[in-house]
């Protein structure tokens, strides 16, 4: 089953504008990941964010993390054509775990 | 250093019928999950390797198998296949379950 949802489900926006995506989880976490896929290929990661983290950045990606909502963000800025794809997020609940939970991914395109 | 790869990248097979999936995990990795990923939906964890043994399974019947060689390479099989086992299949390898990297999978068509 699914750890939980993101949302929207598909979002188009113009290049430059930023993008913003949400994901929820239902049980505790240790920590949650990005992960970017183009085109049914295969996932890229892009950020991990650890439970005990509130915000982090890489580069034009800002990702939040409330614990107390189970929920994080995705903002990437400045968006660009090659930005198109879906976005998942992941979470994993203990160190270690044998598996990763994903959900059901923000499918974004970025029109030129 | 090299990455995950998979092969074959895509695979046609008839309802029934038996499929092995291969996977050569990124260099120093010594663990391997595999995920079944429906179009239009989130990855699927389906088990994992970890020293050749098998280290937590999915929600997946048992006619989803699985090895991991001394080279901590794995191959995934399914017998008996059904229309609705036709997926994206995607291994990712990891350092004692830390830093997964994924393959770029393998495309099944069950028909």
């Known amino acids: 089953s699914q750890q939980g949802e993101e949302d929207p489900q598909a979002l188009s926006i113009q290049e430059g504008e930023n993008a913003t995506m949400n994901c929820s989880y239902k049980?505790?976490?240790?920590?949650l990941q990005w992960y970017r896929q183009n085109s049914g290929r295969g996932l890229v990661h892009l950020i991990l964010?650890?439970?005990?983290?509130r915000e982090k950045h890489s580069g034009r990606l800002r990702v939040t993390l409330d614990t107390s909502k189970k929920s994080s963000s995705l903002l990437i800025t400045a968006s660009r054509a090659a930005d198109t794809a879906s976005y998942f997020c992941?979470?994993?609940?203990?160190?270690?775990?044998?598996?990763?939970?994903f959900g059901k991914g923000t499918k974004l395109t970025v029109n030129p | 250093e090299t990455g995950v790869t998979q092969s074959p990248t895509h695979l046609i097979k008839t309802r029934g019928q038996q499929v092995t999936l291969r996977c050569s995990s990124q260099?120093?990795?010594?663990?391997v999950s595999w995920y079944q990923q429906a179009l239009g939906q989130g990855p699927q964890f389906i088990f994992q390797?970890?020293?050749?043994?098998?280290?937590g399974r999915g929600n997946f019947p048992p006619r989803f198998s699985g090895l991991q060689f001394p080279n901590y390479s794995s191959e995934l099989n399914v017998n008996a296949l059904e229309l609705d086992d036709s997926a994206l299949y995607l291994c990712?390898?990891?350092?004692?379950?830390?830093?997964?990297?994924f393959g770029s999978g393998t495309r099944l068509t069950v028909v």
């Open positions: 990712a390898s990891s350092l004692d379950g830390f830093g997964y990297t």
């Open positions: 049980t505790s976490i240790n920590n």
């Open positions: 964010i650890r439970s005990n983290e």
């Open positions: 992941a979470t994993d609940s203990q160190g270690g775990s044998e598996k990763l939970v």
């Open positions: 260099s120093g990795h010594n663990t």
């Open positions: 390797y970890y020293r050749e043994e098998e280290n």
